[in-house]
């Protein structure tokens, strides 16, 4: 399956293990080789304050279990931290 950066980014990010809504993809970040690394999403102080100091947070695509029609289901465990996926 492919998909383009617009239609990812229009999803909503969700935590499978709280169901928590964590934002939009705002960015990729790719390897030199052209593989996908990880997204950066938006930054929620009460969500990522113990990881992130800008205004985005680092997730990794490990981290990303399925990427349905409307929304992205990310693996993150009920209050993990995106680094410990």
Excluded: Y
Excluded at 14 to 22: F, T
Excluded at 35 to 62: E, I, N, Y
Excluded at 63 to 80: F, K, M, P, Q, S
């Amino acid at each position: 399956m492919n998909i383009t950066f617009n239609e990812l980014r229009g999803k909503d990010v969700v935590n499978m293990a709280d169901g928590r809504k964590l934002g939009h993809i705002l960015d990729l970040t790719l390897s030199m080789s052209g593989q996908v690394v990880g997204v950066s999403l938006p930054h929620d102080k009460s969500l990522f304050a113990a990881t992130c100091s800008g205004r985005t947070v680092f997730l990794p695509w490990r981290c990303i279990t399925r990427i349905g029609d409307d929304i992205i289901l990310v693996n993150l465990g009920e209050g993990a931290l995106p680094s410990r996926c």
